[in-house]
């Protein structure tokens, strides 16, 4: 049986520990509405450049069909996986490298020749027991801050590639939450640009009656909107995730919550008995002496 102390200790300690749970879930209710102001933010930067794609795209001769033939030899896909920095969230980095295989299966592409890029040390974890090798390993910002220079860097990998020919086609995974709705992860293609969602940026009127026009090269300025497309592409995945990230964990916390409070009630419990058992053995020893020292009075 525990003690009075014992049991006084547990329930200081259980009561920390759910004070430390409501600052997380305070914490993740704070990050959730950041990162999801931050993405609406950037949908409708995103917005702006293709209004510029569609003007460019307008002046250009129609555009071909740019899929490769299919005996030509394509080199191996790149693929960036958005998951987490930190535990608590449940199975966020699992679904997120699930879908991914998954996607690749489907694709027609092998995983195990694919160039893998992780954002978030626990989900590279994730692909690498999946028996991946990772080319590059990127921790999470802690603040949106830090988020502009992550996914920079990113699009420099991309560049990189290109240049190099290591790549063609590059798939970016992430999760995402939806509004009233539980996380789910989603699939991204950044590149080659889809020519079915350029020519329907060509083909769809303009709203005003005059078409504005441009100065710089033509070439030159369809380059910078597609680097920016792809940059608002990354950021936005990049901001859904943390978003999801830490959704997930605040569903994790208010589970937490429940099980300490339903814990801490037992303990109460417990401790509201022993200490009646106290308080009655004490009276019963009380009474006992009493009857003892009248019994010796009387004799």
């Known amino acids: 049986m525990q003690t009075l102390e014992t049991l006084s200790k547990r329930i200081r300690t259980t009561e920390d520990l759910q004070a430390v749970v409501r600052t997380m879930k305070s914490l993740s209710l704070l990050s959730i509405r950041q990162y999801e102001r931050a993405a609406a933010a950037m949908a409708q930067y995103h917005r702006t450049i293709e209004l510029g794609l569609q003007v460019v795209l307008k002046a250009r001769p129609p555009i071909p069909d740019l899929r490769r033939g299919e005996h030509t030899i394509q080199p191996p896909a790149a693929v960036i996986v958005f998951g987490a920095d930190y535990g608590l969230c449940g199975g966020f980095n699992e679904q997120v490298v699930d879908y991914a295989f ?42 949106m801050r830090g988020l502009p220079e992550t996914v920079e860097r990113i699009i420099i990998d991309i560049d990189t590639w290109r240049t190099e020919g290591a790549c063609d086609q590059v798939l970016l995974f992430y999760n995402r939450r939806e509004p009233l709705q539980r996380s789910g992860p989603r699939m991204a293609h950044l590149l080659p640009l889809d020519v079915r969602y350029l020519r329907a940026l060509a083909d769809h009127p303009w709203e005003s009656r005059v078409l504005p026009t441009f100065t710089m090269d033509q070439d030159a300025l369809f380059a910078a909107l597609v680097r920016q497309h792809l ?8 901001a859904d995730s943390l978003a999801a990230e830490h959704a997930a964990r605040l569903a994790a916390m208010q589970s937490a919550e429940r099980s300490i409070a339903d814990r801490l ?25 009493y009857e003892v020292l009248h019994a010796r009075k009387r004799h």
């Open 231 to 238: 940059f608002t592409t990354v950021y936005r995945a990049g």
């Open 102 to 143: 998954h996607r690749l299966q489907h694709e027609g592409l092998d995983g195990q020749s694919c160039r893998w890029v992780a954002v978030g040390t626990r989900v590279a974890t994730r692909l690498e027991a999946r028996g991946v090798q990772l080319h590059r390993v990127y921790s999470l910002p802690g603040s």
């Open 265 to 289: 009630e037992e303990m109460n419990a417990d401790y509201r008995q022993a200490r009646q058992n106290t308080i009655t053995s004490e009276i019963l020893d009380i009474v006992a002496g």
